[in-house]
Every structure is written in C-alpha cells, then in structure tokens.
C-alpha cells in the first residue's frame, strides 16, 4: 500500500502527508474499506487474502504492467477533463471535511 500511494504522489506531484492508521480504528470510525478508501481492504476476516491472489497465471498469458506514477497522473489528467459537475459529486473516496476528522481523531488519540 506503501508504494502505491508513494508512486501516486509522485506522478501527480503531490507533497501529500500520509498518516498510517491500523484497521481496527478505521473501522471505528466508520470508514468503509473500498467505498471511502478505494483500493484498500483490512487484511482480516474474509477479506484477508483479497490483495495475496497470485498473478502469476497472467502474467504468463501476457499481462504487462506500467509505473504507478504514470497511471496516477494519466487518471488525474483524464479526471480533470470531466465536467465540473460531475468532479463535484466523486462515487467513491472520503470527503475533505471526513477525512479532516478521522485524521483528528486518529492524531489525539496518539
């Protein structure tokens, strides 16, 4: 998780601040994996081994990868093309204001 929110820093030239919270806060927080953290999912409970499938099956039929970076910066470049109104009202992801107090949450009780 480390890499990919460090590859998407870089290739949309963030100086973003991350803060590592541990699942069992999230959770109380009510922060949904997925839906407010898209692309995250605790590893634990049935969901553990979501993100430990093998690729080795594709990656023999031919699947290519490319840099983190150059994916987070094409994605940031074709998001910024979509109309205002629809940039306003994202379908995923924790709000601003959200994500402003599970940070203070997670901050007084360290």
Same mark, same amino acid.
């Given at each position: =998780?480390?890499?990919?929110? +460090?590859?998407?820093?870089?290739? !949309?030239g963030s100086d973003a601040k991350l803060t590592w919270a541990?699942? +069992?806060?999230?959770?109380?927080? +009510? /922060?949904? $994996?997925? #839906?407010? #953290?898209? !692309?995250? /999912?605790?590893?634990?409970g049935? =969901?553990?081994? #979501?993100?430990?499938?093998?690729?080795?099956?594709? !990656?023999k039929a031919g699947l290519t990868f490319r840099p983190v970076a150059d994916t987070a910066r094409d994605t940031l470049a074709w998001w910024k093309t979509l109309p205002e109104e629809r940039r306003a009202? $994202?379908?995923a992801g924790i709000s601003a204001e959200r994500e402003q107090s599970v940070l203070t949450a997670w901050h007084a009780k360290k």
């Open positions: =998780m480390g890499q990919l929110l +460090e590859g998407c820093k870089k290739g !949309v541990d699942a +069992e806060f999230l959770e109380k927080q +009510e /922060v949904q $994996p997925w #839906m407010n #953290m898209p !692309v995250w /999912v605790p590893p634990v049935e =969901m553990a081994y #979501m993100g430990r499938i093998s690729r080795d099956r594709a !990656v009202k $994202p379908k």
